[in-house]
Structure formats: structure tokens, C-alpha cells
């Protein structure tokens, strides 16, 4: 199947700096990229759909000034955490769907970010 | 997208079929069954999907009830590296790219 990539895979940081998480479709094009968020055992909880050329929409809850996300080209979406604090401390997980519209969508390694 | 139920969690022995049950009875026709799991700290990764007939891939089988309000995904021989958190999702196909919505889904462990 079609690989999505990202970059880091683990990073630490510490309160008020900012982290940029880079997400790649390495096969395939993707207008659309989506941007998940999993705590400790919990589930992804979807915090915004990231669209080429466009702005990014966000999940209700998401502060998009707190979360960045840039769509560029059709092969990288980033997501830049502004200003971290300990609460951001989270496992961050992208995904795309390629044009084909199987439906199936296809996953990042995903980032752990931690903020000291 | 209607809502799927899945037990927290099951065991399996090593070598043994998985059979991992959801629930869907708000599904409705023009929605897709997939599947997913989620070995831990790593993204999730499609195993298979289906709309009413069964299907069957390299990794799993998927059976759908004939009212389609269940389904049950199947590991025919289990092994270690398959504990994984397991997601049953329900969404339909559409012209444009789709997020998931993931449920707390099934912890799947696979035992020696």
C-alpha cells in the first residue's frame, strides 16, 4: 500500500519552544492529509483535516493558532506546535488517503512529542 | 458514520484463530466496514474492509452478517507480533478524502 511518512518519530522540547512534525505521502500525491492526537490509552481523536493550497480545518476544541498546520505541495503537510507546554505532550499521528478513492487511508509512524 | 461496538479487550493463544466482533446496527447502505489496528506507539495500519460480502485478504477475513449490522474480523493463526489494539470503523466511500473516526476499539493479546 501507499507510505506515509514522518519526521521526527520521537522529540523533546522544552516549555515555549516549537515543534515542527513533518508528514510526507512518499508514493503517492495527497490533497488531503488528516492530523491526529492519542493520549495514554486512548484513542486518535482527529484534530484537523489539512487541505493543499487551503487552509487547514479544524475540530472543534483545536486551537488553530496553538497548532499550525501548513499544506504546501501535495506530499507535505506540517504540523507545528507553537509554544509547548507539558500539556501538549502527546502522540501526534498523520494520515492521507490517495487519490483512488478507495476510502482506505493510510498512516504515519506518528511523533511522540514531550515537553519538559 | 454511524457508531461501532467492540469488547475492551481479548485474548488469544498463539497459533489460534483471532475472531475480534463489532457491532454496527445503525450501519447504513452505503457505508463501509474497515478495519485497522495499532501495534503500540506506532500509526495505525489498514487490515481490510468490506460492504456485505466477505472478503478475505493476506492478513484477515472479514465476515459481515447478512443484515450487516455485525461483522467479525478474523486472524486465521495468530501470532505474538499480532496484539495490537484493534478498529472497527464504519464510514461510507465518498468523491473526496474522508477522515476516520476511531472508537476505543479491541485490545487484542496474543498469548504464548
Known amino acids: 500500500g501507499a507510505v506515509v511518512s514522518q519526521h521526527p518519530s520521537r522529540v523533546i522540547c522544552k516549555s515555549g519552544t516549537s515543534v515542527k512534525i513533518e508528514c510526507r505521502s512518499l508514493d503517492f500525491q495527497a490533497t488531503t492529509m488528516f492530523w491526529y492526537r492519542q493520549f495514554p490509552k486512548k484513542s486518535l481523536m482527529l484534530m484537523a483535516t489539512?487541505?493543499?493550497?487551503?487552509?487547514?480545518?479544524?475540530e472543534q476544541g483545536v486551537e488553530k493558532d496553538k497548532f499550525l498546520i501548513n499544506h504546501a505541495s501535495l506530499t507535505l503537510s506540517t504540523l507545528t506546535v507553537t509554544s509547548a507546554h507539558p500539556e501538549d505532550s502527546s502522540f501526534y499521528i498523520c494520515?492521507?488517503?490517495?487519490?483512488?478513492?478507495?476510502?482506505?487511508?493510510?498512516f504515519g509512524e506518528g511523533s511522540r512529542l514531550t515537553v519538559l | 458514520d454511524a457508531k461501532t461496538t467492540q469488547p475492551p479487550s481479548m485474548d488469544c493463544a498463539e497459533g489460534r484463530a483471532a475472531n475480534l466482533p463489532c457491532n454496527h446496527s445503525?450501519?447504513?447502505?452505503?457505508?463501509?466496514v474497515y478495519w485497522y489496528r495499532q501495534i503500540h506507539s506506532q500509526g495505525p495500519q489498514y487490515i481490510i474492509h468490506g460492504l456485505k460480502n466477505n472478503e478475505t485478504n493476506e492478513m484477515a477475513s472479514l465476515i459481515i452478517t447478512e443484515d450487516r449490522k455485525s461483522s467479525t474480523l478474523i486472524l486465521p493463526h495468530a501470532t505474538l507480533r499480532d496484539t495490537a489494539v484493534y478498529y472497527c470503523?464504519?464510514?461510507?466511500?465518498?468523491?473526496?478524502?474522508?477522515?476516520?473516526?476511531f472508537g476505543s476499539g479491541t485490545q487484542l493479546t496474543v498469548l504464548p
Open positions: 470503523i464504519v464510514r461510507s466511500r465518498s468523491g473526496s478524502a474522508r477522515q476516520l473516526t
Open positions: 494520515s492521507a488517503s490517495d487519490r483512488s478513492n478507495t476510502g482506505e487511508l493510510f
Open positions: 489539512s487541505n493543499e493550497g487551503s487552509k487547514a480545518t479544524y
Open positions: 445503525t450501519i447504513s447502505g452505503n457505508e463501509y
